[in-house]
């Protein structure tokens, strides 16, 4: 048994997850109306430490860490489910070298919604030249500049704070230039309330004490704001729904939850290259499938009955049915659709996404924070890529 995990065998598993992720078994979205964004892309990566014996293989962080460990990058339309890019790599492989070369997966008519970490002016430069729209924050180190007569000046970011609470603003929308490029974006500036303000002070006063450093003045007054960039015109993205949209991003750190803690996608042991291969690749093929089949179903819930889907709770009912799934492998048309029947009803039952009172679900943020296509129309834009 420990011979057949070998490097043919990887070789098939990890041809069969590509086979998988480029099969589409439906284009359909969970909205029921059709808006500007044929994508909205969603990124990050889940690492989890490995053996030391597989350092020179999949190098770690070193130090307090693991000399050892796995990433694996992600990315999924929030839309359809579709999932983009799948792949796995070793923790050294930083966000930021996988943002540039991954660029050629995003195409035109998609938003791309990522963190600080894959966010650089190379990678928003091919997004823009592909098409693609961008949302995401302005690093703190980077400068943005506003043109007055003639000249790039710095843009104070003290005395905007200063103007917002004076008059009580709470978000404005800026045409600026960042970075020593000067690249045109539009900026949208949120204050914080005074408490989230003091607990960001608070934190990164500690941070900085450990380091021996003091906070300059233009990072206390960025700490008082959530600033995002993007290179979207005024109808589609705002100042009203631009945070909401942001805050999809967190609906993937639920998905990692589910590979840890209900497919247990790290709890690996010390094995050989090949083998601790197979499993991570075994283990997303068993995910993906069922990945496809829960998308499916949350779609059919959401348009048919107007219902969210839990995410977590359907996951773990198939890891309760996970060896019933053969017929995902052998074809059995007739058994999958028996199957995706009784899970649907299940589903509708049992499955449904609870209303949390601090916490706005993701389908109700994607319906808030989204303009159909028929309300730019009656407001008289068209949007280029359909002119």
């Known amino acids: ?40 892309l969603i990124k990050d990566s889940v690492c989890f430490q490995i053996d030391e014996s597989l350092a020179d293989h999949y190098p770690g ?6 000399n050892a460990a796995v990433r694996i990058q992600f990315e999924y339309d929030v839309l359809g489910g579709t999932i983009n890019d799948l792949d796995i790599h070793a923790f050294n492989d930083q966000d930021a070298t996988n ?22 002016l190379e990678a928003l430069g091919k997004y823009i030249e592909n098409g693609a729209s ?6 703190t180190q980077t400068k943005a500049y506003q043109l007055d007569k003639g000249e790039f000046a710095e843009v ?18 800026e045409d600026v230039y960042i970075g020593k490029e000067k690249f045109p974006v539009r900026l949208f500036i949120y204050l914080l309330p005074q408490e989230e303000y003091a607990r960001r002070i608070s934190k990164a006063q500690k941070e900085a004490k450990k380091k021996g450093r003091m906070l300059s003045k233009v990072f206390k007054a960025k700490a008082a704001l959530n600033l995002f960039i993007t290179n979207e015109s005024d109808y589609s993205l705002t100042d009203e729904n631009a945070w909401g949209l942001y805050r999809l991003r967190w609906q993937i750190e639920l998905i990692f939850k589910v590979w840890k803690s ?4 790290d709890e690996v042991k010390k094995v050989k290259k090949s083998r601790l291969e197979c499993y991570i690749y075994s283990k997303l093929l068993i995910i993906v499938l069922c990945w496809q089949l829960v998308w499916t179903t949350a779609k059919a819930l959401q348009r048919f009955e107007n219902k969210p889907l839990s995410f977590m709770k359907s996951f773990k009912t198939l890891k309760r049915y996970v060896n019933e799934l ?13 199957f995706c029947r009784e899970f649907y009803d299940l589903s509708r039952k049992k499955h449904l996404l609870e209303q949390k009172k601090s916490q706005e679900r993701s389908i109700d943020l994607l319906a808030k924070s989204l303009i159909p296509m028929e309300a730019i129309y009656i407001q008289g834009q068209l949007p280029e890529f359909a002119a």
């Not at 598993?13 to 909205?31: A, C, F, G, Y």
């Not at 104070?156 to 929308?173: S, T, W």
């Not at 209900?262 to 996608?265: R, T, V, Y």
């Open 1 to 40: 048994m420990h011979e057949r995990f070998s490097v043919k065998a990887v070789l098939f598993l990890k041809s069969s997850l590509e086979r998988l992720l480029n099969s589409r078994i439906s284009t359909d979205k969970v909205l029921p109306y059709a808006t500007k964004f044929k994508r909205i």
């Open 99 to 120: 943002a540039t070369a991954t660029m050629e997966l995003v195409q035109e008519g998609d938003l791309v919604i990522r963190d600080l970490a894959y966010m650089h």
């Open 156 to 173: 104070k970011f003290d005395l905007i704070v200063k103007r917002m609470r004076e008059f009580g603003i709470n978000r404005i929308a």
């Open 262 to 265: 209900i497919w247990e996608i």
């Open 326 to 338: 053969q017929f995902f492998f052998d074809g059995n048309r007739f058994a999958l659709e028996h």
């Open 61 to 66: 962080s070193g130090g307090s860490g693991s």
């Open 134 to 139: 961008f949302l995401c924050r302005l690093n």
